[in-house]
């Protein structure tokens, strides 16, 4: 296999850093990008070509309101629905991309820093105060499937979440930073 990869970057958004902080990103299979902006407490949509983006989450200062959020830190997108782990509200927010009037309260009370999705839509937040991974699944309990053990640097903990990806076949990788960097992989033979 003999792929050839262009080692030069090519500019496809430009988002003016000097009046937001972009903590949290995903790109969709229809190539539109989705941005957090902690500092202007929004998500913003991005298409290929445009000149500017579109408010989709928030925008409407901060607070903690269905309509507002407060230093949204991670998204995730699944179809037309955007998750939003809104920081400083100690909550996550799902937002319909079609209608940015205000989203609805998908997990209260938990100290989210990132998501991620799998296949079958399950949604993995990485929480602070428990220094663990939870997996939410409609119609099932929640499940912790990484740390739950307290904060630390051994298999069974985690202690600072940077990333968090979830493959294929449901394996769960951690990128995990305190006083090491640990890649995590988790594997749960009863997942769908």
């Not at 989210?112 to 699944?137: N, T």
Request: charged share 20%; aromatic share 10%; hydrophobic share 35%.
């Amino acid at each position: 296999m003999n792929d050839q990869w262009d080692q030069h970057g090519t500019i496809i958004f430009n988002i003016n850093r000097t009046y937001s902080q972009t903590d949290g990103f995903y790109m969709n299979k229809d190539q539109t990008l989705f941005v957090s902006e902690s500092r202007n407490h929004r998500v913003m949509e991005w298409k290929i070509g445009a000149m500017t983006g579109r408010v989709v989450a928030g925008g409407n200062g901060e607070g903690n309101g269905l309509h507002q959020l407060s230093y949204p830190r991670d998204i995730v997108v699944d179809e037309d629905s955007i998750f939003i782990c809104d920081r400083l509200n100690s909550r996550v927010m799902l937002w319909s991309t079609r209608n940015n009037k205000q989203g609805e309260l998908f997990i209260d009370k938990i100290s989210c820093k990132k998501l991620a999705l799998d296949y079958q839509g399950s949604l993995y937040v990485s929480d602070i105060w428990g220094q663990d991974v939870k997996r939410y699944c409609i119609g099932e309990n929640v499940t912790v499937v990484v740390g739950g053990n307290g904060a630390g640097n051994g298999l069974n903990q985690i202690n600072n979440v940077l990333s968090i990806f979830v493959d294929q076949d449901y394996s769960i990788y951690v990128l995990d930073a305190e006083i090491t960097v640990n890649f995590l992989n988790s594997t749960h033979s009863n997942v769908p």
